[in-house]
T-cell receptor
Framework: DTEVTQTPKHLVMGMTNKKSLKCEQH?????MYWYKQKAKKPPELMFV???????INESVPSRFSPECPNSSLLNLHLHALQPEDSALYLC??????????????FGPGTRLTVT | GEDVEQSLFLSVREGDSSVINCTYT??????LYWYKQEPGAGLQLLTY?????DMKQDQRLTVLLNKKDKHLSLRIADTQTGDSAIYFC????????????FGAGTTVTVRA
């Protein structure tokens, strides 16, 4: 099973709202990732968690706040977003980071629209 | 640099073979990946190749790697309508081993 699940599938929020995106995997992977993808573009890395600790923040604005409550779950808390933050948000996981194939498996994404 | 380049579009007739090309810039990259993205969906890992290999075959998919020219290709045999999607190649340079560098993606359209 190489499934990564994400909820919700679609989300519409106003610029003053607070919302959260959720991601779950049960593959025993110890690395989890958040990506942002604009239409017709490749995904852009936002955050990497390794062994439940934030290891990489790709200079993401503080209105995006990640959280890893346990090794299977990854959240992305959203607050005071801008319309340009509208995008597909993808979660991914891999067995680990470092040398080795450690292929990343992606979830279906959450389509976020900020109004 | 970490620029991965792909042609943007490919149109192929159903039943023919598709070949999607990719060039990467970091000769020390150890793993190269191909992902497929259908409309409205996430990325599906199709296959990957280790840099000490020249070729990898998996059912209808064949990956060729020319490390000297830093050229990667994905061949899809007997292309079907379900193969219509965007295909991304990605490299993982060892100095940023957590990070995939993606190409812009090739949109493959399969026509009857």
């Amino acid at each position: 099973d190489t499934e990564v699940t994400q909820t919700p599938k679609h989300l519409v929020m106003g610029m003053t709202n607070k919302k959260s995106l959720k991601c779950e995997q049960h593959m025993g992977h110890r690395a989890m990732y958040w990506y942002k993808q604009k239409a017709k573009k490749p995904p852009e890395l936002m955050f990497v968690y390794s062994y439940e600790k934030l290891s990489i923040n790709e200079s993401v604005p503080s209105r995006f706040s990640p959280e890893c409550p346990n090794s299977s779950l990854l959240n992305l808390h959203l607050h005071a977003l801008q319309p340009e933050d509208s995008a597909l948000y993808l979660c991914a996981s891999s067995q680990d980071t470092g040398t080795g194939a450690y292929e990343q498996y992606f979830g279906p994404g959450t389509r976020l629209t900020v109004t | 640099g970490e620029d991965v380049e792909q042609s943007l579009f490919l149109s192929v007739r159903e039943g023919d073979s598709s070949v999607i090309n990719c060039t990467y810039t970091d000769s020390s990259s150890t793993y190269l990946y191909w992902y497929k993205q259908e409309p409205g969906a996430g990325l599906q890992l199709l296959t990957y190749i280790f840099s000490n290999m020249d070729m990898k075959q998996d059912q209808r998919l064949t990956v060729l790697l020319n490390k000297k020219d830093k050229h990667l290709s994905l061949r899809i045999a007997d292309t079907q309508t379900g193969d219509s999607a965007i295909y991304f190649c990605a490299e993982r340079p060892p100095r940023n081993d957590y990070k995939l560098s993606f190409g812009a993606g090739t949109t493959v359209t399969v026509r009857a």
